[in-house]
């Protein structure tokens, strides 16, 4: 069964840094794109980044210049550098991945991590 893990999350204040990292495991033929989603209270889920396995990176434009999002095909892993940290990127962070699986080898179907929190201080 695939999994993916996150981990990275924390307490920073405005203006610092965190790297977000999101390992998949389980059954998995090939993973397409990858990328990070996040949820503030209150709001409904965004997109942050994503990443195709060829490396083609895409923002939302509220990140750019301060979020990069890396990727590791051979290590199946995601990565998400956040600097410049504001409050409003406090949200929980979601890693997602679109994955061909050994109980399904045909399509890709969409993956969620289980979430971790990024609060940033004033």
């Known amino acids: 069964q695939v999994q993916l893990v996150e981990s990275g999350g924390g307490l920073v204040q405005a203006g610092g840094s965190l790297r977000l990292s999101c390992a998949a495991s389980?059954?998995?033929?090939?993973?397409?794109?990858m990328g990070w989603y996040r949820q503030a209270p209150g709001k409904q889920r965004e997109l942050v980044a994503t990443?195709?396995?060829?490396?083609?990176?895409k923002y939302v434009d509220s990140v750019k210049g301060r979020f990069t999002i890396y990727r590791d095909n051979a290590k199946r892993t995601v990565s998400l550098q956040m600097n410049s940290l504001k409050p409003e990127d406090t949200a929980v962070y979601y890693c997602?991945?679109?994955?061909?699986?050994?109980?399904?080898?045909?399509?890709?179907?969409?993956?969620w991590g289980q979430g971790t929190l990024v609060t940033v201080s004033s």
């Open positions: 389980g059954g998995l033929i090939s993973i397409n794109i």
């Open positions: 990443i195709s396995s060829g490396g083609t990176t």
């Open positions: 997602n991945a679109d994955i061909k699986t050994v109980r399904d080898p045909y399509r890709y179907r969409e993956h």
